[in-house]
């Protein structure tokens, strides 16, 4: 899957309907960037969706 394409971390933002951004680290600061992303995203859109960050795990999809 794409977790393992990543080295095992996989973390999403869904900042609108039409738009998915992700990252394969998960240090502080590369969460915050993609945070921040994705709130400027959402702010610019006409169809915002989520702010959430989420890591993918074991057992599924946790909030970060």
Same mark, same amino acid.
Not at 1 to 12: C, F, H, K, P, V
Not at 46 to 64: D, F, H, I, M, N
């Given at each position: 899957?794409? *977790?393992?394409?990543?080295?095992?971390?996989?973390?999403? %933002?869904?900042?609108? @309907?039409?738009?998915? &951004?992700?990252?394969?680290?998960?240090?502080?600061?590369?969460?915050? *960037?993609?945070?921040?992303?994705?709130?400027?995203?959402? %702010?610019?859109?006409? @169809?915002?969706?989520? &702010?959430?960050?989420?890591?993918?795990?074991?057992?599924?999809?946790?909030?970060?």
């Amino acid at each position: 899957g794409l *977790a393992a394409a990543q080295s095992g971390t996989l973390l999403i %933002a869904a900042p609108t @309907t039409d738009v998915i &951004l992700y990252i394969s680290e998960s240090s502080p600061t590369a969460i915050d *960037a993609l945070r921040a992303l994705a709130k400027a995203v959402a %702010a610019k859109s006409q @169809t915002p969706l989520s &702010l959430a960050v989420l890591k993918w795990t074991a057992e599924g999809w946790v909030s970060q």
